[in-house]
C-alpha cells in the first residue's frame, strides 16, 4: 500500500512539474495570438507573449524544483537523530 501512495505522489509531482512548465506558454501563446487577430496588431506581440511564455515557464520550472528539494529535505531531516546539548541536564 505504502508503494502505491509513493507511486501515486510522484506521478502527481510530475503531471505537477510539467503542467507548470507547460501551461504559462501555451496560454501566453494563445492570448498574444488573439490579441493580434482581434486589435489587428502585428506579428511582434506573438513574439512578446513567446517571451512571456518563457519567463513563465522558467520561473514554473524553478518553483518547482526549489518546492521538491524542499520537500526531500525534510523527508531527510525526519530521519536524523536530534543533536546532543550538553547544557541540558
Same mark, same amino acid.
Given at each position: 500500500?505504502?508503494?502505491?501512495?509513493?507511486?501515486?505522489?510522484h506521478?502527481?509531482?510530475l503531471? =505537477?512539474?510539467?503542467?507548470?512548465i507547460?501551461v504559462?506558454?501555451?496560454?501566453?501563446i494563445?492570448?498574444?495570438v488573439?490579441?493580434?487577430?482581434?486589435?489587428?496588431?502585428?506579428?511582434?506581440?506573438?513574439?512578446?507573449?513567446?517571451?512571456?511564455?518563457?519567463?513563465?515557464?522558467?520561473?514554473?520550472l524553478?518553483?518547482?524544483?526549489?518546492?521538491?528539494?524542499?520537500q526531500?529535505?525534510?523527508?531527510?531531516?525526519?530521519?536524523?537523530?536530534?543533536?546532543?546539548?550538553?547544557? =541540558?541536564?
Open positions: 500500500m505504502k508503494d502505491l501512495y509513493q507511486a501515486a505522489r506521478l502527481v509531482w503531471t =505537477q512539474f510539467g503542467l507548470s507547460v504559462p506558454l501555451v496560454v501566453s494563445l492570448l498574444a488573439w490579441l493580434r487577430q482581434h486589435f489587428s496588431l502585428g506579428g511582434w506581440v506573438v513574439v512578446a507573449g513567446v517571451f512571456v511564455g518563457l519567463f513563465g515557464a522558467v520561473s514554473g524553478v518553483t518547482s524544483l526549489r518546492a521538491m528539494d524542499r526531500a529535505g525534510e523527508k531527510e531531516d525526519r530521519h536524523k537523530k536530534p543533536p546532543v546539548y550538553f547544557n =541540558q541536564h
